[in-house]
Each structure stands twice: as structure tokens, then as C-alpha cells.
């Protein structure tokens, strides 16, 4: 059967955000018809979210429904007007830092959300569940390659705890109802949209302003930066593989680790412009070092980024230029 001749449609959950738009437009390019979910959460100015929107209003096949993942009654609704048949869940409240003031919130909204939405979905006969999980579920650890394989973590952060929780629950659910679900865990995901709390926007805007740029620890902490085209083909691989495949867990990341000093040196670079540092204590919560093993998922279902830093930095950069003019 070919895509387009489906009935069902796949539910993007954070479609308005950051890698969900981007994820929405790539599903829609395969033929699925993709209904997207999002409630413009505060987190970060929702006018970005609606911007986001408004660039997919264009796609064909594309619909948006604005609301809560952990409103049962419209995802129960959600899933039998629209003949959800498979998810792509993206939504979350992301950040580190901020999960440590609000905890509580970030359980509710990250796994109670998530349970609603497996839960609803097993019951509508949903067999394809794919969903975001986070380098952070790795913990603190200094050594690398990250394996799927390795022992679970402490997690330092209630952010990396709540993705921790959510892996676990997308496997109770396989193992309990047979459904075919995928964690994805995301390695530092930047390129146009990227959300401005995160390093490539906020230290671009800090430079591109003259302003000092708040600057944690030393500098040594080292990050896997994975350009967002690659992340999103690694999402369409997974959902195409999934089925049949029941629980699975792949690193999205790009296997190469930048230290936050020569990150601030490539930005330098690219907007010809130094960089002021405000240096301020290593944050609780930050990890030193993220960097994904890539043999799984390119193993099993053909992820393989393709995008350097320097190159998806520069279309960082004509993006960002273009909201400026
Ligand atoms: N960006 C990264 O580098 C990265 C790394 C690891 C994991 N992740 C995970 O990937 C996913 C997408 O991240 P992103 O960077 O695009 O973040 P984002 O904040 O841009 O997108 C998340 C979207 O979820 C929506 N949302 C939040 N709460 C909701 C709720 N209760 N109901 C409906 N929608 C809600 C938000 O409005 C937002 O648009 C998240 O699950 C995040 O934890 C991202």
C-alpha cells in the first residue's frame, strides 16, 4: 500500500516546536496525511511556535490541532476522527535547568503526557509509537561512544529522569500490549527553528546584540550536535521501521563531540563577530560530555547524518539572518 493511499494519518505531538515542524514536514513529503498536536506551551514565546505553523500552513497533507497531550478526552477524539494510526510524540517541556525549579511539572507534562498518549493509542489499535527521549538519559559519564547497550544511568536532572521514565514506559507498553515502540534518543539537535534556549541560538543572539554571553564552567564541556535534517530523517527511518519491531531504542546523534569553547570559536567565525564570555559556575544539572554511538540505528534502520558543523552552522546563520531582515 502506498502512504498516500492510507487512511490513517500519523499524530506529530509537538508539531509547533522545534524538531516537530521540521518532523511534520518531512512526514508529510513521504504522503502521509499528519495531524499535529501541540498546546504553544510558554517555554519559550509561543509567537516562535506560530511562526513554525505558519511556515507549515504550505505543506500539503499537513493539519494542526492546538491542545494538551495529557487532555484524554481530545486525545481519545483526536484519535478516532482523524484515524490515527501511527505517532510520532515529540512533545515535552525540554530543558535542563528549568527542571530543576519545577520538577513536578516536567513529570506531569513529560510522562504523565506520554501515558496518556500510549495509553489512548494502544487502545485505538495504534501499533507504531515512536518517540523522543534525550542524550541525557546517558547521565554524567566522561567516557564515549554512548551505547544503547549500556547500563541505565543516574540521571542529573529531572528533565533526563522524566525521558528515563518515558523509555520505560514505551517499553511496559510493548511488553504489555504487543505495540511496536521506538525511543529516540536526540543528541543536541540545532539547525534552522532550533529553540533560542540553546546554545547555537542563544550565543548567536548574545554576539549579534553585543551582549555578553552567559558562559558555564570552563569551557571543556563537550557536546554532540546533530543538524536537524539528519535528526528528522533519522525520526522517518525509525516510524518506517518500527512496525513489527517492538520495543527499540536508537541514538540520533552525529558521533562527533565539539567542546563548548571551539563551539563559541565556530560561531565566531561564521558571524565575524568576537564573542564576549560572562564566565558563571558549571550549572547543576549539565552533563560534561555527549556523544552518541551511531552503529545501532545505522544498522538497523539506515540513520546516517550527513551534516558537519560548520556546514549546518552556516544554515543556522542564513536562517537566523532571515528572521533579522
Ligand atoms: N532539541 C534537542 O536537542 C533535543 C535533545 C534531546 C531531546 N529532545 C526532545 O525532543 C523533543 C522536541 O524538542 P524540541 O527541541 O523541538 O523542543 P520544543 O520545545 O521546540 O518542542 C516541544 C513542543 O512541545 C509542545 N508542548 C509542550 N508541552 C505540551 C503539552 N502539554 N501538550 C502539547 N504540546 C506540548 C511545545 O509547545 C513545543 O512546541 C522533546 O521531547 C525534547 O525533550 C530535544
Not at 493511499?5 to 515542524?21: D, E, K, Q
Not at 490515527?84 to 515529540?90: A, G, P, S, Y
Not at 506531569?108 to 493509542?121: C, P
Request: aromatic residues 8%; charged residues 20%.
Amino acid at each position: 500500500m502506498t502512504q498516500s493511499s492510507r487512511a490513517g494519518a500519523v499524530l506529530v505531538t509537538g508539531a509547533a516546536g522545534f524538531i516537530g515542524s521540521h518532523a511534520a514536514a518531512a512526514l508529510a513529503s513521504t504522503g502521509r496525511r499528519v495531524v499535529g498536536l501541540d498546546n504553544l506551551d510558554p517555554y519559550y514565546d509561543p509567537a516562535i511556535k506560530r511562526r513554525n505553523l505558519s511556515d507549515l500552513a504550505a505543506v500539503s497533507g499537513f493539519k494542526h490541532v492546538e491542545g494538551d497531550i495529557r487532555d484524554r478526552d481530545l486525545v481519545r477524539r483526536l484519535f478516532r476522527d482523524e484515524r490515527i494510526d501511527e505517532v510520532v510524540h515529540l512533545a515535552a517541556k525540554a530543558g535542563v535547568r528549568p527542571s530543576i525549579e519545577d520538577p513536578a511539572l516536567y513529570a506531569d507534562v513529560n510522562v504523565t503526557g506520554t501515558a496518556v498518549l500510549l495509553d489512548v493509542a494502544q487502545r485505538s489499535g495504534v501499533r507504531a509509537f515512536v518517540m523522543a527521549s534525550s542524550s541525557s538519559v546517558y547521565g554524567a559519564r566522561t567516557d564515549a561512544p554512548f551505547r544503547e547497550s549500556d547500563p541505565p544511568a543516574v540521571a542529573i536532572s529531572p528533565y533526563a529522569c522524566s525521558k528515563q521514565a518515558c523509555e520505560l514506559l514505551g517499553k511496559t507498553f510493548a511488553a504489555l500490549h504487543g505495540m511496536d515502540v521506538t525511543a529516540l534518543r536526540f543528541f543536541n539537535a540545532y539547525g534552522p527553528r532550533q529553540r533560542p534556549d540553546m546554545a547555537i541560538h542563544k550565543f548567536s543572539a548574545q554576539m549579534l546584540a553585543g551582549k555578553p554571553i552567559p558562559f558555564y564552567g570552563d569551557g571543556s564541556m563537550r557536546r554532540d550536535h546533530t543538524y536537524v535534517a539528519d535528526v528528522v530523517a533519522g525520526v522517518v527511518r525509525a516510524l518506517d521501521h518500527a512496525h513489527g519491531r517492538g520495543y527499540r531504542v536508537y541514538n540520533l546523534g552525529n558521533s562527533v563531540t565539539v567542546s563548548l569553547n571551539d563551539l563559541v570559536a565556530a560561531l565566531e567565525r561564521v558571524w565575524g563577530v568576537r564573542a564576549v564570555l560572562e564566565h558563571l559556575p558549571a550549572s547543576p544539572g549539565d552533563v560534561p560530555l555527549t556523544c552518541a554511538d551511531g552503529t545501532l540505528a545505522a544498522d538497523e534502520i539506515g540513520y546516517r547524518p550527513t551534516t558537519s558543523l560548520d556546514v549546518g552552522v552556516r544554515l543556522f546563520a542564513a536562517w537566523y539572518q532571515g528572521l533579522r531582515t
